[in-house]
């Protein structure tokens, strides 16, 4: 059985940092594509980042979100620094086994494949 667990999230003061942590369990995705998405209340579930061999960043978090892997522990992490009280959310960690970034993120924002459970991140003003 396939699982993404989701660690990391929390409150923190806008300016502030968070780690996002996803570990996968049951498939290695080393070689498919992992990716955060975000929703917010009231609004639609959006792709933050994503990761294969290569990378893909929304333009709202770009210049301060940072997503790595660690492939030996089958992990993705999002750094979040500059955090803004629009970053507010539910965030989601996402994988296939699929390489094509652009391909992998449309198949993941519809909902295929794995998912993580979410970890919420609140930023206060």
């Known amino acids: 059985q396939v699982q993404l667990v989701e660690s990391g999230g929390g409150l923190v003061q806008a300016g502030g940092s968070l780690r996002l942590s996803c570990a996968a369990s049951?498939?290695?995705?080393?070689?498919?594509?992992m990716a955060w998405f975000r929703q917010a209340p009231g609004k639609e579930r959006e792709v933050v980042a994503a990761?294969?061999?290569?990378?893909y960043y929304a333009d709202f978090v770009k210049g301060r979100f940072t997503i790595s892997r660690d492939n030996a522990k089958n992990t993705v992490y999002l750094q979040m620094n500059s955090l803004k009280p629009e970053d507010t959310a539910v965030y989601y960690c996402?994988?296939?086994?699929?390489?094509?970034?652009?391909?992998?993120?449309?198949?993941?924002?519809?909902?295929?494949?794995?998912w993580g459970q979410g970890t919420q991140v609140t930023v206060s003003s």
């Open positions: 049951g498939r290695s995705f080393n070689r498919g594509t």
């Open positions: 990761l294969s061999w290569s990378v």
């Open positions: 996402a994988a296939n086994t699929e390489d094509r970034i652009q391909i992998a993120t449309l198949a993941l924002a519809r909902g295929d494949d794995y």
